[in-house]
């Protein structure tokens, strides 16, 4: 299989897509002529034109409202936020008008719209710019969110949220827009809401999203070759809807589960995650379920610190093995 | 059959009563087509009165924010768009609801609360909708729904489709940044929009005058370099008429305008409001008096030979009738059950047969 980087899969998700389907459109600020900001949508308004391709002025609110009016139509726009930070100045146009339409309509009206973009920290580009919103989009029923960790989740379900007919939120992470991984050259979708399984183990756990799987892998590594343990590392890849019952065998096989993300602690996901497993598994428990965010703060600026304010693999670690 | 009655029997009496009768897209109007625009802004202060009623005797819950006073406004509008036109408005949105067609008995139900509304009882009162006339709601949040206009305009064009969107909102929305962030995608893009702004003088109980700077709120299109007018919204003609051309302008040219309708609402901003700390009585009386759009319309009617008092009294029974109707359906439909709740929220849940994705999407 081809390997290629997370940013070049995104890319081709998009292109194939565009080209599947007359209804698709990507718009943003800069995804045209400036070939978007982190380079995701390079090469594509050359091929398909500015009307498929379309620049966007600095008005999230502006355009990502406009999105959701051509998406009720039956266009099936595709918004890139050059930070998935800036929803906030589109908060009401997201979580008021793309999550409630249908049901306020009593399901007359649809919105099936992506909303893509990076979410993370970890860049040095301090707290405005390193929101994590998956907890805060999730908790707005009529949303989906979606956070791929690797080339091949990102292209799969960036197909899969195109054509999905509900308003899909695309997380994605600036850092690891650089990581290769191996991707079909050909036509495949991953299904939204199917968790992955990214290492089998048997001594806990580790139930993560984003590069917090990335960073679990590392981890779950080290605990193997320094420390003789067995990490079986999940991947939930979509938030919502959620794969409850991959993370629950998961975790009756291992009895100890270890929830890792890069958001921050009060009703992060894993907040949600820990509930579940506690209601559904606990007879199943050798021990408290422990959870592992980013240390409860607005992003930091200053690198050494902002990188020992992230769940690193070093501080997984030490957290799989005060577990064992 | 005759033919279509169109000839005003005394065009000086009703120029005089509305300058716009003579203006192409009303002068063309049969004798059945006026007496059907005064038919139904009737229907619509009938329907809002019983609503008024409804909602003292505890039938209707939360907000009712009545149309009465603006009934020229969305019956004008909504009465020159073509078969390609879209409209979206705000939060008082009965009077858009009935002038495009939406059955008062759906209308009613939905303020019930009740299974037979037109949004199952799910969206209430400042969320109605009807995508099958090309009627987008129903939008609860000041501005909110005006970037959604633009998007509608935008698939439009994006589709080759010779329409328009009708984009409402009022007075109170155009200090909110997506309005203005709208005008610019909107100027920028070129898309078929026309913004109007029923402007009818207050934003809740916040005058105009303690709320907007500038010399007037159609003129901040110049800004925008979109063209923009300002309209009498008592009078129905004039409405017609300046919507008519904004509307075919935009059709044809694919070019946004932005027009101001001045209006007055007789009733508070909800019926919640007390109405007694930033008006006076006599503001009020003074509108209704002077310048009701309803009784403008009779007049000019009158004038023109169309209606006859006996006429209007009958037509006003049959709307008192109608709205009485429209409440006794309501009353009689039953709640939604408890399933409901979760149902009508994800495309994928209603439609089992061609879900896609797999997990949980409803928590506990």
Redesign the interface.
């Known amino acids: 299989m081809p390997l290629i980087t997370y940013r070049e899969a995104l890319n081709q998700a998009l292109a194939e897509e565009l080209e599947r389907d007359p209804n698709v459109?990507l718009m943003g600020e800069e995804v045209g002529q400036f070939h978007g900001a982190y380079k995701i949508s390079e090469g594509l308004l050359d091929r398909f034109g500015p009307?498929r391709v379309v620049d966007?002025?600095i008005?999230e609110?502006?355009?990502?409202?406009?999105?959701?009016?051509?998406?009720?139509?039956?266009?099936r726009p595709v918004i890139e936020l050059m930070f998935w930070s800036f929803y906030s100045?589109a908060f009401?146009?997201i979580l008021?008008?793309a999550a409630n339409?249908?049901?306020?309509?009593?399901?007359?009206?649809?919105v099936?719209i992506v909303i893509r973009g990076p979410a993370n920290g970890g860049t040095g580009v301090g707290a405005t710019h390193s929101h994590t919103p998956e907890n805060i989009l999730a908790s707005h029923?009529?949303i989906?969110v979606v956070c791929p960790a690797t080339a091949f989740d990102a292209k799969g379900l960036l197909k899969?949220a195109i054509?999905?007919?509900?308003p899909v939120m695309f997380l994605e992470n600036t850092i690891l827009y650089n990581d290769k991984g191996e991707v079909p050259a050909g036509e495949y979708?991953i299904?939204?809401?199917?968790?992955d399984v990214k290492r089998t183990g048997t001594d806990l756990s580790i139930i993560a999203h984003g590069r917090a799987v990335i960073n679990s892998l590392k981890a779950a590594q080290l605990l193997e070759a320094e420390h003789d343990v067995s990490v079986e590392v999940v991947d939930l890849r979509?938030i919502?809807?959620?794969?409850?019952?991959t993370i629950l065998a998961s975790v009756r096989k291992t009895n100890r589960a270890l929830l890792v993300d890069e958001n921050k602690p009060f009703c992060g996901v894993g907040a949600?995650v820990a509930y579940l497993i506690q209601d559904r598994a606990f007879d199943y428990l050798d021990a408290p379920v422990k959870r592992l965010s980013a240390i409860d703060a607005p992003a930091i600026y200053s690198p050494p610190l902002e990188k020992e304010q992230l769940p690193s693999p070093q501080r997984i670690t030490e957290t799989v093995l005060s577990m064992l | 059959m005759s033919k279509p009655q169109t000839a005003i029997l005394d065009p000086k009496a009703a120029a005089a009563a509305s300058p716009a009768c003579l203006a192409p897209v009303n002068a063309r109007l049969t004798q059945a087509e006026r007496l059907g625009l005064f038919r139904l802004m009737m229907r619509i202060r009938r329907f809002e009165e019983r609503c008024l009623r409804a909602y003292q005797q505890g039938r209707i819950a939360g907000f009712l924010h009545l149309y009465i006073g603006q009934e020229a406004v969305a019956v004008g509008c909504c009465s020159v768009m073509q078969a390609d036109d879209?409209v979206?408005t705000a939060y008082r949105d009965h009077g858009h609801a009935l002038a495009v067609g939406m059955n008062p008995n759906e209308l009613m139900a939905e303020l019930y609360g009740k299974a037979s509304?037109?949004?199952?009882?799910?969206?209430g009162s400042m969320?109605f909708?009807?995508?099958s006339r090309h009627f987008?709601?129903?939008?609860?949040?000041v501005g909110?729904?005006?970037?959604?206009?633009?998007?509608?305009?935008?698939?439009?064009k994006?589709?080759g489709v010779k329409g328009a969107c009708l984009t409402f909102m009022g007075d109170g929305a155009v200090n909110q940044?997506?309005v203005h962030?709208?005008y610019?995608?909107a100027a920028?893009w070129s898309l078929p929009v026309v913004f109007v702004i029923e402007n009818n003088g207050y934003s809740m109980g916040t005058s105009l005058r303690r709320s907007s700077a500038g010399p007037g709120l159609a003129k901040r299109a110049e800004g925008y370099g979109m063209t923009w007018e300002v309209c009498d919204g008592h009078d129905l003609y004039e409405v017609r008429e300046k919507t008519d051309r904004l509307l075919q302008r935009a059709r044809e040219k694919s070019q946004p305008a932005v027009l101001e309708v001045m209006t007055y609402r007789y009733r508070g901003h909800s019926v919640a409001d007390p109405d007694s700390t930033y008006r006076t009585k006599e503001e009020i009386e003074n509108y209704r008096r002077t310048k009701d759009p309803l009784t403008l319309i009779h007049e000019t009617l009158v004038a023109e030979g169309v209606l006859t008092e006996d006429l209007a009294k009958e037509i006003d029974t049959a709307a008192r009738a109608e709205a009485e109707r429209a409440a006794q359906f309501a009353e009689a439909s039953p709640f939604p059950t408890s399933e409901e709740i979760l149902?009508?929220?994800?495309?994928?849940e209603?439609?089992p047969a061609r879900k896609?994705?797999?997990?949980?999407?409803?928590?506990r």
């Open positions: 459109v009307k966007t002025p008005s609110a502006g355009f990502v409202g406009l999105g959701v009016g051509a998406a009720m139509m039956g266009l100045v009401d146009q008021n008008n339409l249908r049901y306020m309509s009593g399901g007359l009206v649809n099936p029923p009529g989906k899969s054509r999905d007919n509900d979708l299904p939204l809401g199917l968790a979509s919502r809807p959620l794969d409850v019952e949600q | 879209h979206i509304g037109c949004s199952k009882g799910k969206g969320h909708f009807d995508p987008w709601g129903g939008h609860g949040i909110g729904q005006v970037p959604l206009g633009a998007g509608i305009a935008f698939a439009l994006y589709q940044g997506a962030e709208t610019n995608l920028l149902k009508d929220l994800y495309w994928e209603d439609n896609q994705s797999q997990g949980q999407l409803f928590f």
